[in-house]
C-alpha cells in the first residue's frame, strides 16, 4: 500500500472514530484554490501535529513539544490533585467501597470503630498513589509512541493516544473496558505492543484480518471482527490484548539464537513470533520495518515438545548497529537470568557499547533484588527477604531512576518495589549527586546528618513524618505527597510540599529563594511572621489556613485560591506579582495600604464585602461572584481589565472611581447608579444590569457602552 493511500485510510478511521473529527463529507473547506475533503484536513492537521512533536527543544525550553503534550494530557486526564473536593470525594468512594466489601465478609466492626473523618489522611494518601499509577502508566503510552520503535502512523498513534485517554478497568472475561470518568480511580490500560502492533496492522488494511485471524483462540475471533467494525480502538485493543496476554514457558533456559537477514521475507519472523507472548511489535505488523532497517537475532528456548521454539530475547539491528535489546518481562525488560545471554551474543555486534552501562545496571538490580524478594515465574513477589541494604546498594538505587537504565523500554519495575522496602537512611551518609527518594513509601526516618550536596527528591514518602534539623541540604529539597510529614526541615532552599496533608507549620524566618509550593496542604493553619517568599508562593487548597502575617513581601506570583478558612489580607502586604484569591469563601475585605501589582483574582469570594477606598490595581483584577460586595470604592483606580460579574448584591460605584481598562459588570442585578466623576477609558459591560437606573451626566465613557 503506497503512503498516500495508507494516510487517506487513517484520515478515514479518526473521522469515524471520534465525533468531534466527523465533519459531514459534503463539507469543503477552500485553501487558495485548493478543496479540501474532511479526510484531507485531518491528514494536514496530523502532519502539522507531527512536525511539532519531533521538534527538539529550543535553547532555553526545559521540554520538547512531546514532554509539554505529555504534562498537558497527564493534567486533563489524570485525577485533578489540585481539586480538593474531588480529591475528598474520591477518598470518601474508596472508604465506603472497602466499608461495603468488609459488611459483605462479615468484618464490618472494623470499620464502625473508625470513622472516614479519622481515616480521612489514610485514604487521601491513597488517592495521591492512585494519581501515581495513573500518570505512570499513561507516561508509558506516551513515551512508547513518541519514541516508535513500532513504526506506527501518525494516524494511529493520535487513535491509540484519544482512547487510551478513555479506557478505565479492563474486563478480561468479556474484553472491554470500562469508560473512564474524572473520579476513575484505575491506572491507564497495560501497555501491550504486540496487541498495539496487531491493532494497526488491521485497521491500516483489512486484507490482513484473514491471516490475523488465523491463528487467534476461537473464542476471540468474533468479537475480533465485531470490534474491528466499530473502528475503536478501545474495543479492538480489549480483545487484542487478550489473545496476546498468553503465558511463557520460563522453565528452561538452554536455547539457541536465530538470526533473520535485513531484506529477508518479514513474514517468516513474523510467524515465529505471533501467539507467544513476547508483547514486541515485531509479531503484529512491524517486522517488515525492522528488516528493512537491519538484521534481527531471536534467542529461542525449548518448549514442551523439546523444540527451540519459545521467543525470549530479541537483539534488532538498524543502520549496522544495534538499535534495540528487548526481553519478555514486564515493559519488554530482560528475563534476570538471560541477561548474561544477551550480553554475550550483543558483545559480536557493532554499537553494543551504549548498552555496556545497561547490562552492568540490570547485573547490579538483579544481584539486590534476589536478597530483598523471592519471585516466581512471572516475577511476581512471592516473599520478602527482609534483607539489609548497604550505603553502596541505596547510592545506586536512589541516584536518579532514569540513571538506572535498562533493556526495556521503560524504567526495571524492580526499582519501584525494592525502594518501596526502604525504611531508612543509615547515618553518616553523604549524597554528593542528585538523590532520589520518589516512591521510598516504607521511609519512615533519615539519621542525624546526613547530607546532601545536590537536589533530593522525597515525593511520595508517605510515611515519612519528619526530618532531623541536623540534616544538610545544599540545594533544592522536594517533598511532594509526604502525607505524613508533620513539619518542615530547616535550611531548605527551594521546596515543594504539596499534597503534604498533615504538615502544620513553617519554621519561623524561612527564606524561599525557588517557588515555596504547599498546594493541597490541607492542615497547613499559618504562615509565620519573617518569612520571604523571593519566587512563586503556592497556597491553593491549605483549607485550613487562616491568615497570612504582617509585613510579607511577595516577589513573584502568590497563590491562594481556595482556601476557605482564610478570613483577611494584613495591611501593607504587597504582591509583585500575580494575586490568586479565587474560591477563598470566608474573605471579608481587602485592607487599605495593599499593593497589587499583577494580576488580582478574588473570584468566588462570597464574603467579600468591601474594597478599600484609594486602592490601586496595577493588573487587570476579577471579582465575579463576589455575591457580598456591596460597592466599587471611591478613588479606586484599576488598570487593566476589570470584572464584576455577578455581583448580585453591587449597588453602587462610589464617586471617582477610574476604569483605564474594559469593565465588565455582567448580572450585577442590584447595581442602581453609576455617578459623578467615575471613568471608563475602556469598553463598559452591563449586560444584565437589569436595576440600573441612572448614568450621571458627567460620567466619561471613552470606549464603547454595552447593554442589553
Given at each position: 500500500m503506497s503512503a498516500q493511500p495508507a494516510a487517506i485510510v487513517g484520515a478515514k478511521i479518526l473521522?469515524?472514530?471520534?465525533?468531534?473529527l466527523a465533519i459531514s463529507s459534503t463539507v469543503r473547506?477552500?485553501?487558495?484554490?485548493?478543496?479540501?475533503?474532511?479526510?484531507?484536513?485531518?491528514?494536514?492537521?496530523?502532519?502539522?501535529?507531527?512536525?511539532?512533536?519531533d521538534r527538539k527543544p529550543e535553547k532555553g525550553d526545559r521540554l520538547a513539544a512531546h514532554d509539554r503534550l505529555a504534562e498537558r494530557l497527564i493534567k486533563k486526564s489524570c485525577l485533578d490533585l489540585r481539586n480538593v473536593d474531588l480529591i475528598d470525594k474520591v477518598a470518601r468512594g474508596i472508604y465506603a467501597s472497602e466499608r461495603r466489601t468488609a459488611h459483605e465478609q462479615g468484618h464490618g466492626d472494623n470499620f464502625q470503630q473508625l470513622p472516614y473523618e479519622e481515616a480521612s489522611c489514610d485514604y487521601i494518601r491513597l488517592v495521591h498513589e492512585k494519581h501515581s499509577a495513573q500518570r505512570d502508566t499513561l507516561c508509558r503510552w506516551t513515551d512508547y509512541l513518541q519514541k516508535n520503535d513500532g513504526h506506527y502512523p501518525a494516524w494511529f498513534r493520535y487513535l491509540a493516544v484519544r482512547g487510551v485517554l478513555k479506557m478505565g478497568d479492563y474486563n478480561r472475561d468479556v474484553p472491554s473496558f470500562h469508560?473512564?470518568?474524572?473520579?476513575?480511580i484505575a491506572p491507564f490500560p497495560e501497555l501491550n505492543s504486540e496487541a498495539l502492533g496487531l491493532a494497526c496492522k488491521v485497521l491500516s488494511d483489512p486484507q490482513n484480518v484473514s491471516q490475523v485471524v488465523a491463528s487467534f483462540d476461537s473464542s476471540n475471533i468474533e468479537p475480533f471482527r465485531a470490534a474491528l467494525a466499530t473502528k475503536h480502538f478501545a474495543n479492538l485493543y480489549a480483545v487484542a490484548l487478550r489473545e496476546c496476554n498468553k503465558s511463557i514457558d520460563r522453565s528452561r533456559l538452554e536455547g539457541e539464537w536465530r538470526k533473520y537477514d535485513q531484506g529477508s521475507d518479514h513474514t517468516v519472523l513474523e510467524q515465529d513470533l505471533k501467539g507467544k507472548g513476547t508483547g514486541w511489535c515485531t509479531a503484529s505488523g512491524s517486522a517488515k520495518a525492522h528488516l528493512k532497517a537491519g538484521d534481527f537475532y531471536v534467542y529461542y528456548t525449548k518448549d514442551s515438545n523439546d523444540q527451540f521454539s519459545v521467543p525470549r530475547v530479541a537483539i534488532r539491528m538498524a543502520r549496522k548497529k544495534i538499535a534495540e535489546i528487548r526481553g519478555v518481562a514486564p515493559g519488554q525488560a530482560m528475563e534476570p537470568d538471560l541477561v548474561e545471554v544477551a550480553e554475550e551474543r550483543a558483545r559480536t555486534l557493532p554499537g553494543f557499547n551504549r548498552f555496556k552501562k545497561a547490562s552492568r545496571d540490570m547485573k547490579r538490580l538483579t544481584e539486590i533484588d534476589k536478597r530483598c524478594f523471592i519471585r516466581d515465574e512471572e516475577f511476581k513477589i512471592v516473599e520478602r527477604t527482609k534483607a539489609e541494604l548497604t550505603t553502596?546498594?541505596?547510592?545506586?538505587?536512589?541516584?536518579e531512576p532514569h540513571r538506572i537504565k535498562s533493556y526495556g523500554y521503560r524504567l526495571d519495575p524492580r526499582i519501584?518495589?525494592?525502594?518501596?522496602?526502604?525504611?531508612?537512611?543509615?547515618?553518616?551518609?553523604?549524597?554528593?549527586?542528585?538523590?532520589?527518594?520518589?516512591?521510598?513509601?516504607?521511609?519512615q526516618s533519615i539519621a542525624e546528618g546526613t547530607v546532601f550536596e545536590d537536589c533530593v527528591n522525597f515525593s511520595g514518602c508517605t510515611s515519612l513524618q519528619s526530618i532531623p534539623e541536623s540534616t544538610v541540604f545544599g540545594r533544592e529539597a522536594f517533598f511532594r505527597d509526604c502525607s505524613s510529614l508533620q513539619s518542615m526541615p530547616l535550611g531548605t532552599v527551594s521546596t515543594g510540599f504539596s499534597g503534604c496533608t498533615s504538615l502544620r507549620s513553617i519554621p519561623a524566618g524561612t527564606v524561599f529563594y525557588g517557588e515555596a509550593d504547599f498546594r493541597n496542604c490541607s492542615s497547613l493553619r499559618a504562615i509565620p511572621g519573617g518569612t520571604v517568599f523571593k519566587a512563586e508562593a503556592y497556597f491553593n487548597g491549605c483549607t485550613?489556613?487562616?491568615?497570612?502575617?504582617?509585613?510579607?513581601?511577595?516577589n513573584r506570583d502568590a497563590?491562594?485560591?481556595?482556601?476557605?478558612?482564610?478570613?483577611?489580607?494584613?495591611?501593607?502586604?504587597?504582591?509583585?506579582?500575580?494575586?490568586?484569591?479565587?474560591?477563598?469563601?470566608?474573605?471579608?475585605?481587602?485592607?487599605?495600604?495593599?499593593?497589587f501589582k499583577g494580576h488580582a483574582d478574588f473570584s468566588g469570594c462570597t464574603s467579600l464585602q468591601s474594597i478599600p477606598e484609594g486602592v490601586v490595581f496595577h493588573g487587570g483584577v476579577a471579582f465575579n461572584g463576589c455575591t457580598s460586595l456591596r460597592s466599587i470604592p471611591a478613588r479606586a483606580v484599576f488598570h487593566g481589565s476589570t470584572v464584576f460579574s455577578c455581583c448580585t448584591s453591587l449597588q453602587f460605584i462610589a464617586a471617582g472611581a477610574v476604569f483605564n481598562g474594559d469593565a465588565f459588570l455582567y448580572n450585577c442585578t442590584s447595581l442602581r447608579l453609576i455617578p459623578e466623576g467615575t471613568i471608563f477609558r475602556g469598553d463598559a459591560h452591563?449586560?444584565?444590569?437589569?436595576?440600573?437606573?441612572?448614568?450621571?451626566?458627567?460620567?466619561?465613557?471613552?470606549?464603547?457602552?454595552?447593554?442589553d
Open positions: 473521522k469515524e472514530a471520534f465525533s468531534d473547506r477552500s485553501v487558495g484554490t485548493e478543496q479540501l475533503t474532511p479526510e484531507a484536513r485531518i491528514q494536514r492537521y496530523l502532519k502539522r501535529l507531527e512536525r511539532v512533536l469508560k473512564r470518568t474524572p473520579n476513575t553502596k546498594d541505596l547510592a545506586f538505587l536512589l541516584r519501584a518495589e525494592i525502594r518501596a522496602t526502604i525504611e531508612s537512611i543509615p547515618a553518616g551518609m553523604v549524597f554528593d549527586s542528585y538523590a532520589d527518594f520518589d516512591g521510598c513509601t516504607s521511609l485550613s489556613l487562616q491568615s497570612i502575617p504582617e509585613g510579607i513581601v511577595f497563590r491562594f485560591s481556595d482556601c476557605t478558612s482564610l478570613q483577611s489580607i494584613p495591611k501593607g502586604t504587597v504582591f509583585i506579582g500575580a494575586a490568586d484569591f479565587g474560591g477563598c469563601t470566608s474573605l471579608q475585605s481587602i485592607p487599605e495600604g495593599t499593593v452591563f449586560n444584565g444590569c437589569s436595576s440600573l437606573q441612572s448614568i450621571h451626566p458627567s460620567v466619561v465613557f471613552m470606549g464603547k457602552v454595552i447593554m
